[in-house]
């Protein structure tokens, strides 16, 4: 069980009590959370994040879809119940990177997260 987010903040009841989430709602929470925060930001884990931010930086540099989706299965390799079943880069008209769009399975759900670019 963990405490639900909502708009980077705790989720909240009309009592104003955090609210739980379990379940696949908390596996994916979890790998939310990987995928959003930027690899070695964590000071007391330097290994979790994601590298998807440095990736948003220079996206011309590689196959896009091909290292976001690497970035991501590494990331998400300590969650042994998720995998990563595909990425693709978002881009709007002008051909700029807005965001990855990333394919998670769980064991018994699968979803499709668009984790946005600050760019």
């Keep these: 069980m963990d405490t639900l ?3 980077r903040d705790w989720a909240l009841d ?3 009590k955090p609210i739980a989430v379990t379940g696949w709602k908390e596996e994916l929470q979890r790998c939310l959370i990987r995928l959003q925060v930027p690899k070695g930001s964590f000071l007391y884990q330097p290994s979790f994040g994601s590298g998807l931010c440095a990736l948003a930086k220079n996206p011309e540099e590689t196959d896009c879809a091909a290292r976001a989706l690497e ?3 590494e990331a998400l390799l300590p969650l042994q119940n998720v995998r990563v079943r595909s990425a693709d880069c978002q881009r709007d ?3 700029r990177l807005t965001g990855f769009l990333i394919r998670l ?3 018994d759900w699968e979803k499709e997260v668009l984790i946005q670019t600050d760019g």
Excluded: R, V, W, Y
């Design 93 to 95: 008209e002008s051909g």
């Design 14 to 16: 009309i009592c104003g």
């Design 5 to 7: 987010l909502a708009n």
């Design 105 to 107: 399975a769980g064991k």
């Design 71 to 73: 970035l991501a299965q």
